[in-house]
Nanobody, 121 residues
Framework: QVQLVESGGGLVQPGGSLRLSCAAS????????MGWYRKAPGKEREWVAA???????NYADSVKGRFTISRDNGKFTVSLPMASLKPEDTAAYYC???????????????WGEGTLVTVSS
């Protein structure tokens, strides 16, 4: 079994910064693409950023230039430093990973339980 645990959420003022982290653990054989999604109250889930196993980064237009995604393949972690935060960034942020678990022969998607980010003055 594979688990993803997010951390780093909290309350921050507009224009401030926050860093989210996600750690993957369990029966991991191959850890492929990892990324972040978010969901605000009353809105559908929104893709935020992703990074491949080779380090290629992709971002949603809404966060491009403000957020950064990185990973440590040795530690099975992915982080999301966020800068110039706006009230519209307020949401629950979820870590995602595509994993080939030990004993399986195909990739499957795993999700964390989320960490809350509130941007308010």
């Amino acid at each position: 079994q594979v688990q993803l645990v997010e951390s780093g959420g909290g309350l921050v003022q507009p224009g401030g910064s926050l860093r989210l982290s996600c750690a993957a653990s369990g029966s991991i054989f191959v850890l492929n693409t990892m990324g972040w999604y978010r969901k605000a109250p009353g809105k559908e889930r929104e893709w935020v950023a992703a990074i491949t196993s080779g380090g290629r980064e992709n971002y949603a237009d809404s966060v491009k230039g403000r957020f950064t995604i990185s990973r440590d393949n040795g530690k099975f972690t992915v982080s999301l430093p966020m800068a110039s935060l706006k009230p519209e960034d307020t949401a629950a942020y979820y870590c995602h990973a595509r994993v080939m678990a030990d004993g399986y022969h195909r990739y499957m998607d795993y999700w964390g339980e989320g960490t809350l980010v509130t941007v308010s003055s």
